[in-house]
Nanobody, 123 residues
Framework: QVKLVESGGGLVQPGDSLRLSCTTS????????MAWFRQPPGEDREFVAG????????YYADSAKGRSSIFRDNDKNTTWLQMDNLKPEDTAVYFC????????????????WGQGIQVTVSS
């Protein structure tokens, strides 16, 4: 059974940093692209960042560029999303997802999803 478990969310203040973790099990992590999506309240799910299965390529939404970094450790079957200078508009449920042999791009085929974790940015 494939599982993706997000952690590291919570309530933070504007300008703070946060690192989300996604630990996987039940899949061959090394051959899966990993990505983060988010769903703000009342809005559709949107792409935040992705990393290719080889780890060589990363992609970011315009809203995340310059403030976020995605990285992975194949030995730990884990990917992280580092977010800096958080803004209230970053408030959302953040989802980790995995796609076999993907490039980490927004429209790649992501097969597996985590349950999501809440991030709230508020003063």
């Amino acid at each position: 059974q494939v599982k993706l478990v997000e952690s590291g969310g919570g309530l933070v203040q504007p300008g703070d940093s946060l690192r989300l973790s996604c630990t996987t099990s039940g899949l061959n992590f090394r051959v899966h692209a990993m990505a983060w999506f988010r769903q703000p309240p009342g809005e559709d799910r949107e792409f935040v960042a992705g990393i290719s299965w080889q780890g060589q390529n990363t992609y970011y939404a315009d809203s995340a560029k310059g403030r976020s970094s995605i990285f992975r450790d194949n030995d730990k079957n884990t990917t992280w999303l580092q977010m800096d200078n958080l803004k209230p508009e970053d408030t959302a449920v953040y989802f980790c997802t995995a796609g076999p042999l993907g490039a980490g791009r927004p429209l790649d085929g992501y097969m597996y999803w985590g349950q999501g974790i809440q991030v709230t940015v508020s003063s």
